[in-house]
Structure formats: structure tokens, C-alpha cells
């Protein structure tokens, strides 16, 4: 899937839209999600073109997967949760109802969050 740059990940990358933020830096802006699905419901994404994981681990250079990785463990400390415990989530493809195409880590904390997987379907 080709990136799209009109995403609107991308549109808050480039400032055109405005985002809650809670970390940034060359590799990486984090933020909260618009619809929090727990307590805290954060985003990190990466400075750079990549549609989901799936293109983001095969193609991005080094700097950019170490800065990303870091990035999103630096956010759930910033955010309190390395004690309570938090849980990361990254969406690729219609199976996994990815519906922003620009590659995003959720991390959820705040309470309990529950078996891994709800079983509809
Ligand atoms: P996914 O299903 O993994 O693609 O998740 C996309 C996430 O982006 C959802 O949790 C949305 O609530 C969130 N989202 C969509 N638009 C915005 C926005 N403008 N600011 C913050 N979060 C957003």
C-alpha cells in the first residue's frame, strides 16, 4: 500500500491540524487520542512515511526504529504507567481495523485493561 500523504497522521505531522501533545522529538510525536478508549489512550507515530508496521520494520532506516522504539517507552514513563503496567497496540491492515494509514502505537493505561482480545467475530 503506498503511503498516502494526506492521512490525517500525516496532516498533524506537518502542523495543518492540531493534536493534544505529550512528546516530540526527530523521531517521534505523541499524543492523545481523540476517542480514549482507557484512562490514558496515547499515540506515537514516527517522522516518516511508513503506512504500519509492516512497512515501517522493513524499511525505515536504523535511527529512525531505535528513535521510535525509545520514543514510545519514553511516553509511557512520561505518562506514569511503567509501574501500573500499560499495554501497546499497533494496527496494520483490514483484519486489524487499522483506519489511520500511517503507522501509530497505541499505548493504553490507567486501569485494568483485560484479556488481550475481545471474541467477536
Ligand atoms: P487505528 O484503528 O489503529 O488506525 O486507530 C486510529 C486511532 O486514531 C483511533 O483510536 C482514533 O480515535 C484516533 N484518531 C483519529 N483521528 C484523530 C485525531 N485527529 N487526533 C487524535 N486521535 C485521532
Redesign the pocket.
Same mark, same amino acid.
Not at 499524543?31 to 476517542?35: L, V
Not at 486489524?96 to 489511520?100: R, T
Given at each position: 500500500m503506498a503511503y498516502d500523504d494526506q492521512n $490525517?497522521f500525516a496532516k +498533524?505531522l506537518r502542523g495543518e $491540524?492540531p493534536?493534544n501533545k505529550i512528546f516530540e522529538d526527530d523521531f517521534a510525536l505523541a499524543? %492523545?487520542? +481523540? @476517542?480514549p478508549?482507557a484512562p490514558t %489512550?496515547a499515540?506515537v507515530i514516527p517522522k516518516g512515511p511508513y503506512v504500519s508496521w509492516d512497512d515501517f520494520s522493513a524499511d525505515a532506516p536504523a535511527d529512525l526504529v531505535v528513535g521510535f522504539v525509545r520514543a514510545v517507552g519514553h511516553v509511557a514513563r512520561l505518562l506514569g504507567h511503567d509501574g501500573d503496567g500499560y499495554r501497546l497496540?499497533a @494496527?496494520h491492515g483490514a483484519n486489524? %481495523?487499522?483506519?489511520?494509514p500511517h503507522l %501509530?502505537v497505541?499505548i493504553f493505561g490507567g486501569r485494568p485493561l483485560g484479556p488481550m482480545l475481545t471474541r467477536s467475530g
Open positions: $490525517i +498533524i $491540524i493534536c499524543f %492523545h487520542d +481523540i @476517542n478508549q %489512550h499515540l497496540l @494496527n486489524a %481495523h487499522q483506519e489511520v %501509530h497505541h
